[in-house]
């Protein structure tokens, strides 16, 4: 860069350097605080309701789906965005009135909003403990002299073996926790056994650990080991220790993505556009609903799945191995291929996106100013009916 553009490109490597440093250790702090605070701490340290299944309503703990074959009460919760209580409430919090000593006047949501304050309040000072430790732990890892390059390649290969039972657990109803599990841990086994017998045939074996457990192969068929065997293996535990017996019952496996749905933040708000046709006196959308709904964009993204990965892993592959030495024509073809298409794709990911959350800012500030109209009518009528009481 300095010799290309001067001090001034020297300053511009820097300042990419840093900015891609900030904002990788920003987006892993907020995720890593997300975890134990979402994933941990409010799962199993202090969940605001113990409840029997995924599928029951974390307000009130009754079932949101039906069961025919057990005659056991239904959730009835209202949502929040036709509560009038919550109105009230979601205009103390745009005024800076509601703070975590406050308990919000709605009988159904107030607590679980309460609790919401209360689990981001966690997640903040999570963020800041985060912040200062990765000070010592980068120190540490300094003064230890790990090879960085080796981590990024072998560290990426280790992960590896989870993807498979990761993309099973949403694809395939049958996938049991034991088959995840099991699947995962084997296949994270095999991928260290692969890397390692490849990386011991090379020169100087495994006394020359970082350079040999690096290279291609061994990474290659500690990929591939790790990659299916986990697949197998979570496949064949799946299938041996699964329950479903028939359609019904793996439908009632997937209603369990429903515990996702926020009671503050609901299906209904976050995909307005999407869920218009459905009667709006239904209190819970089921997931066979929202199948039903993108359907079409679950084509479209499977599709999408198929192109990419006969570009990326046939068409491109087969043309570089065709030439085994490229001449200087071909090269620059080959260069202008991926320079278009890092052109393409800079246009998606960073002109598109701002994009969106512009036009959706906009939407949702729309729609605060008429939620807000409607609560100071409703607290103007309530006004006007207690005087007149």
């Not at 701490?41 to 974390?58: A, D």
Request: hydrophobic share 40%; charged share 20%.
């Amino acid at each position: 860069m300095e010799s290309l553009l001067g001090t001034t490109g020297g300053y511009l490597l820097m300042t990419m350097l840093m900015m891609a440093l900030m904002s990788t250790g920003s987006g892993e702090i907020m995720s890593v605080s997300s975890i134990i605070i979402y994933d941990f701490y409010k799962i199993y340290v202090n969940p605001f309701r113990k409840t029997k299944s995924p599928t029951c309503c974390i307000l009130c703990g009754e079932e949101k789906v039906s069961d025919e074959s057990q005659d056991s009460p239904i959730c009835r919760c209202p949502t929040s965005e036709n509560c009038m209580s919550c109105m009230e409430d979601i205009e103390l919090l745009d005024h800076g009135k509601a703070t975590l000593t406050l308990q919000y006047s709605c009988q159904v949501h107030g607590k679980y909003r309460h609790y919401e304050d209360l689990l981001m309040q966690r997640k903040t000072w999570c963020m800041i403990w985060l912040l200062i430790l990765i000070v010592p732990y980068g120190l540490l890892i300094s003064e230890t002299g790990v090879n960085l390059n080796w981590g990024l390649y072998v560290g990426s290969t280790m992960f590896s073996p989870f993807l498979p039972p990761i993309f099973l657990t949403m694809a395939w109803a049958r996938a049991t926790s034991a088959g995840v599990i099991s699947g995962g841990l084997i296949g994270l086994a095999c991928t260290i056994i692969g890397n390692l017998v490849t990386g011991s045939t090379y020169d100087g074996g495994l006394g020359d650990f970082f350079t040999n457990t690096a290279r291609e192969y061994s990474i290659l068929v500690g990929l591939c080991a790790g990659i299916t065997v986990s697949g197998v293996v979570c496949l064949i535990v799946s299938l041996c220790t699964h329950k479903i017996k028939c359609k019904k019952d793996a439908d009632k496996e997937w209603e369990k993505t429903m515990s996702i749905d926020n009671s503050l933040n609901p299906y209904r708000a976050l995909y307005q556009q999407e869920i218009e046709e459905i009667d709006p006196d239904t209190v819970h959308i089921t997931t066979k609903t929202m199948t039903r709904i993108f359907r079409r964009a679950k084509m479209y993204a499977i599709v999408a799945i198929i192109i990419f990965i006969i570009i990326f892993l046939v068409i491109f592959p087969a043309v570089a191995l065709s030439f085994e030495i490229l001449s200087y024509e071909q090269f620059k073809a080959w260069l202008s291929v991926f320079q278009i298409w890092n052109m393409v794709a800079t246009v998606l990911v960073v002109i598109l996106p701002p994009i969106e959350e512009g036009i959706q800012i906009v939407r949702q500030v729309k729609q605060k100013k008429k939620m807000g109209k409607k609560s100071k009518r409703i607290v103007t009528s309530r006004s006007e009916l207690n005087s007149n009481l």
